[in-house]
C-alpha cells in the first residue's frame, strides 16, 4: 500500500472532523446564526436572542458593591408591591444594610416628605446602577442613579450613599439635586 493510498483515509477523517467542530462550537457557544441552517424548517420560530449577555458578580467586602445589592434587593422587595411579603423584605434589608443612625435618618425623612427614603420617591425606579465615587476618613461614597422611564431621555435621579468601611453598613443617604 502507498502512503498516498494510507493518507487519504487519515486526511478524509481529520477534513471530516474539522468540519464538524467548526458547525457545532458556534452552537455550542451561543453564537450561531439559526437562520444560517438550511436543515431548521422555514416555518419554525426562530428564537429570539438578547443582544447583550448580561452577568452579575460580587464581593462582600467592597462597599460599592455591598450599595449594589442593597438597591437592587430593595428594588426588588418593592416593585411587587402587591406581594405581602415585599414590605417584609424591604426592612429586613433596610435592618440589615443600614446602621441604626442612617434607619433614624431615613424614617424622619419619610414622616416628612410622605415618601419612601431610600428611593427618595413615592414610586419604584425601572434601573439603577452603583459607581463608587471616593472615600475618606472610613467612610466609601457610592453613586446610585436611578433610572424611572424607558425612552430616549428617561428621568433620572441620583443618591449618594455613604458607606462605613469598617461595618460596611450605609452610614447616610443624599439626594443629589
Excluded: C
Amino acid at each position: 500500500m502507498s502512503i498516498r493510498n494510507r493518507m487519504t483515509p487519515l486526511t478524509t477523517v481529520a477534513l471530516g472532523a474539522s468540519l464538524v467542530l467548526a458547525a457545532v462550537t458556534p452552537a455550542l457557544a451561543g453564537t450561531a446564526d439559526t437562520a444560517a441552517h438550511p436543515a431548521a424548517p422555514a416555518a419554525a420560530p426562530v428564537a429570539a436572542r438578547p443582544a447583550t449577555v448580561t452577568t452579575a458578580q460580587g464581593d462582600p467586602r467592597n462597599v460599592t458593591q455591598r450599595v449594589a445589592d442593597f438597591y437592587g434587593a430593595y428594588i426588588d422587595a418593592v416593585w411587587d408591591g402587591e406581594d405581602p411579603a415585599g414590605a417584609a423584605n424591604a426592612k429586613a434589608l433596610r435592618d440589615f444594610y443600614l446602621s441604626a443612625p442612617a434607619r433614624k435618618k431615613v424614617s424622619a425623612w419619610e414622616r416628612r416628605n410622605h415618601a419612601d427614603g431610600i428611593l427618595f420617591a413615592q414610586n419604584v425606579p425601572v434601573r439603577w446602577k452603583a459607581a463608587y465615587t471616593g472615600s475618606g476618613m472610613g467612610h466609601a461614597t457610592t453613586r446610585v442613579t436611578l433610572t424611572w422611564s424607558d425612552g430616549k431621555h428617561p428621568q433620572v435621579t441620583r443618591i449618594d450613599v455613604q458607606s462605613d468601611l469598617t461595618t460596611r453598613k450605609i452610614a447616610d443617604l443624599k439626594a443629589v439635586r
